[in-house]
Structures are given as structure tokens and as C-alpha cells.
């Protein structure tokens, strides 16, 4: 490992960064992401190495994240929230752990390329597969290989004829890859392109941007989203540590434009399955006038299956967090059924304790019993 050629310290790359303003302050970020695993261990301190099966993982799945975001870390090792969302780890291309690419099988219920309709009065449009940063425990790791690309116009046109012909659609998910990672006037045009069929009337962005990259929430940004109504963002926060003064600072920025911010967790092992952690997460969102809307269960997607917490601990957290959160503050516990059956809420008051002989069924979108994989 070479030190001398970047003699950062790595506990002080936030001392690097350029203000957060509107003259580049994010597109600094990005062009400075930290994306292959040599660049990743330059940044350790001195002393702290990574096991070989570190970069076989991260030459499978590819690494990506923001300086910003990396100068949250506090220790340089697995135990840390943000290290263990940004780090390759070996269980991630363990065969004995493998799971489905693609678990709840999006591609099937794709109609046309990058549109996923699984609800009836509802669909998701991946508008770009750019990220600011690459989650290890991302569900949608299957995509990755497909580099940056941004929807094309052929790709948004089909898109658009498909939620114009099918008039129960009345609210779509912007999502990715990250579509806050697009130029403004980019998803400008994209956001009025989706509004302008006539039974599109919510739109909902969902980015990871207020966590990892909130120099993006710029004036200019704020300025163009406040023209559009009906237009909701729901973010990804994971984590107490992840709501610095300036996440805090972006939230607040996109709700005085008047766009109302939900908040959607992921239960991840190792890095919040803990009721305090959850708690402080919670009340922190809803203190920055975020509510709290979903925390999921992981799914069993090839690559993230290590950061499953199975389904026995998730309702005992759930549980336990009710007790002691408001009906604001408390996200809903939710799962995603296999075979694209759709989401399902677990109500730890009224959903049976899963025992050996009979574990928790859960009725789909079909109306059939599925099983749902709990390990
Ligand atoms: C989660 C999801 C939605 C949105 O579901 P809500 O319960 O409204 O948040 C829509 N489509 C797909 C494919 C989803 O996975």
C-alpha cells in the first residue's frame, strides 16, 4: 500500500471539499468518487489493510463513493455504518450465500425496457443507472454492470406510450440508479415529459442523494422541483450518522420548494439492526421533517444476503420500536414477496412469531399463500 501518493489523512476529506453552493460542489464530489478499490485503500489510515477476497468482491461488484460520504466513517472497519454500506465484503461472492440477481422479478414485470409495473395503479421508471453511491446492499446490484447510461428518448417515449395507454397508473416512481445524479434541466425534462400524461398525477423521485451527496440539493434544483406539483421524494437514510448538518440542510432545502420528504430504510446486519440506532434514526428524520415511511426487511438478493437480518429479529426490533416512537415517527415494517408479488406490511402486534414447524406465510398480489425465503 502506497501513502505517498496521496497523503490525505483519511479522517480529514472533508477538509478537501469545496463549499456546498451551486458553482459545482457536487459535480466535485462525483468526479472525485472514490470507484476502484486502489483508490478506496489509499484512503485507509495507515495500518489497516483488506483481505484479498475484498478485491475479488469489489472486481464482481464495483465500488463508488462520494468523498463526502466516505468522511463520515469514524473507524476503519466492518463495525462502522458507513464503512460496512461502502466496503466490498468477501460474503458478497460467497457461493454458499448467493441468492437471486433479481429476487423480485423486476425483469418480468417490465413491459417496456426500464418501466416496472407491478401495481396496478402505480409503475417505477429507472431514469438513469448512475448512483452517487454504489450500496453494498443495493437491490438493484443485478443492473451495475450497465455502467451510467441515462434513459434514452426512444427508451422515455415507449415509456411514456406505456403509461398513457394504461390509465390506472397515477403516480410514478422516479428511481434508478439515482436520478438526482442528472443535470437539472435533464430530469426537468423528464419530470414534464412524465406529467404531461394525463393520468400521471404524482410523481415520487427516489434518491439516495440527501444521504450521500446533499451538495446536490442546490438552489437551482430546489427552484425547478418547486414547479411541479404533486411531487413527492422519498430518501434513504440508514443510519444516525448519515444525518449530518448538511443531509439535514438538503431535506430542508427540498421542503421549502414544497416537496414532502419520506424516508425509507433498509434493515441492514451490522449496521442498524439495533432498536437504538433505529430510534435516534427515526426521530432525527422526523425532527428534519422527514417521516419515517418504510423500514424493509433485506431481500434475498444475490450479493447483499449477508446483510439479511431474518425475519424473527426484524419484528422483535419492530416491535420494540413501536413502543416507544409515535405513530410519526414509526416506519412500517415491510417485506418484498419473491416473484414480484408485492410489498406486504408486518404488523409485529398482529403477525404470529414464526416458530421451526410453522414459519409466517403471507398472501400475494394473486391471492396465493408465498413463502418467503427467511434466510
Ligand atoms: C415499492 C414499489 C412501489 C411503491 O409501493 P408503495 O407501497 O406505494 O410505496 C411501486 N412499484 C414497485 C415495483 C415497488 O417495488
Known amino acids: 500500500m502506497d501513502h505517498a501518493e496521496n497523503p490525505l489523512p483519511a479522517n480529514d476529506l472533508a477538509a478537501t471539499m469545496p463549499p456546498p453552493d451551486d458553482s459545482g460542489g457536487w459535480r466535485w464530489q462525483l468526479k472525485h468518487a472514490v470507484r476502484t478499490p486502489d483508490e478506496f485503500i489509499r484512503r485507509l489510515p495507515q495500518g489497516i489493510s483488506m483481505p484479498d477476497a475484498w478485491r475479488d468482491a469489489a472486481s464482481r461488484f464495483p465500488m463508488l463513493a462520494t468523498p463526502y460520504y466516505m468522511s463520515l466513517i469514524r473507524e476503519w472497519a466492518e463495525t462502522d455504518p458507513i464503512f460496512r454500506q461502502i466496503a466490498p465484503h468477501p460474503a458478497e461472492i460467497d457461493p454458499d450465500w448467493n441468492g437471486d440477481p433479481d429476487a423480485l422479478d423486476e425483469e418480468r414485470q417490465s413491459p417496456v425496457p426500464r418501466l416496472i409495473h407491478r401495481y396496478p395503479n402505480r409503475a417505477v421508471l429507472l431514469v438513469t443507472d448512475a448512483c452517487a453511491v454504489r450500496c453494498r446492499h443495493c437491490l438493484r446490484k443485478r443492473r451495475w454492470h450497465f455502467g451510467e447510461a441515462t434513459i434514452s428518448k426512444h427508451e422515455l417515449d415507449a415509456a411514456t406510450q406505456y403509461l398513457r395507454h394504461t390509465p390506472d397508473i397515477n403516480e410514478v416512481l422516479v428511481s434508478g440508479g439515482d436520478p438526482l445524479t442528472l443535470e437539472t434541466p435533464q430530469l426537468q425534462h423528464l419530470l414534464t415529459t412524465l406529467k404531461s400524461v394525463p393520468n400521471v398525477r404524482v410523481l415520487r423521485i427516489g434518491t439516495r442523494i440527501p444521504a450521500v451527496l446533499p451538495q446536490r440539493i ?68 422526523l425532527e428534519s421533517g422527514v417521516k419515517p415511511y418504510y423500514l424493509f426487511h433485506g431481500d434475498p438478493i444475490d450479493g447483499t444476503r449477508h446483510f439479511r437480518t431474518g425475519l424473527r429479529p426484524a419484528l422483535d426490533i419492530a416491535r420494540e420500536l413501536a413502543r416507544t416512537l409515535s405513530g410519526l415517527a414509526m416506519p412500517q415494517l415491510a417485506l418484498d414477496l419473491p416473484g414480484g408479488q408485492g410489498k406486504v406490511v408486518l404488523n409485529p402486534a398482529t403477525t404470529t412469531e414464526p416458530t421451526p414447524e410453522i414459519p409466517i406465510q403471507f398472501v400475494g398480489l394473486d391471492g396465493y399463500p408465498v413463502l418467503y425465503p427467511d434466510q
Open 218 to 285: 442546490t438552489n437551482e434544483l430546489c427552484d425547478m422541483l418547486q414547479r411541479f406539483d404533486g411531487l413527492w421524494c422519498a430518501t434513504h437514510f440508514n443510519h444516525p450518522h448519515e444525518l449530518t448538518p448538511e443531509a439535514v440542510a438538503a431535506c430542508r432545502r427540498m421542503l421549502a420548494a414544497g416537496v414532502p420528504m419520506v424516508n425509507q430504510t433498509v434493515l441492514l446486519r451490522g449496521v442498524n439492526d439495533s432498536v437504538d440506532t433505529l430510534r435516534e434514526l427515526c426521530l432525527r428524520l
